[in-house]
């Protein structure tokens, strides 16, 4: 499958206020809200290097996730998913298979249906962020409805980005979770 996303940033409590409410008033509550726990794990193989993350929240999952090109300021990767009932077992299989936990972080994720986009407002140690994923028409339309521009999209991946701030914070890069910054975990 492919996913594309783009991500702006959110600045401060009003900034947040005002996108979940102008969500709910266009697309209702959210369908989910939850702390997730997202783990990526690194391999070196013969064909370059390989991550897959495992992420607990409403579901626990692993992810593959490849890079695609875009020319349409999107995000976009090749990702196949699944869930699976037993972090632990994964985990295990994982390290047997040779992968290393190579980073953590936590994000506070609400999510949104709206429309054929998916919509998140992302609550995250080092900032705030709203993630519209879908097609290229439906991520427009959604960034229009809530009157946000194109030149503000980040395309960078939510741990390059924790990582420098760790980095800035003089803490360690490879754990970005909300008690390592000091901070209690965010509320819906």
């Known amino acids: 499958m492919i996913e594309k996303e783009v991500k702006h940033p959110l600045t401060g409590e009003r900034d947040i206020a005002r996108i979940r409410s102008e969500l709910e008033r266009r697309f209702g509550a959210p369908r989910e809200q939850a702390l997730e726990v997202s783990t990526w794990y690194e391999t070196s193989t013969p064909g370059g290097l390989r991550r897959v993350r495992l992420r607990s929240g409403n579901a626990s999952t692993i992810t593959y996730k490849a890079v695609v090109d875009a020319a349409d300021q999107t995000k976009t990767r090749i990702e196949h998913e699944v869930e699976v009932d037993n972090l632990d077992s994964a985990r295990s299989i994982l390290e047997k ?23 998140c407002i992302d609550r995250m140690p080092f900032g705030d962020f709203i993630e519209i994923e879908g097609e290229l028409g439906e991520i427009e339309r959604v960034e229009a409805e809530l009157g946000l521009g194109r ?3 980040l395309l960078e991946r939510y741990m390059d980005r924790g990582r420098r701030a760790t980095e800035q914070e003089g ?13 209690q975990t965010p509320k819906g």
Do not use: Q
């Open 97 to 119: 298979l040779g992968f290393e936990e190579t980073i953590r972080y936590e994000r506070f994720r609400e999510t949104y249906s709206c429309g054929k986009a998916c919509v």
């Open 151 to 153: 030149s503000d999209r």
């Open 171 to 183: 803490l360690d890069p490879c754990i970005i979770t909300f008690a390592a910054f000091g901070m």
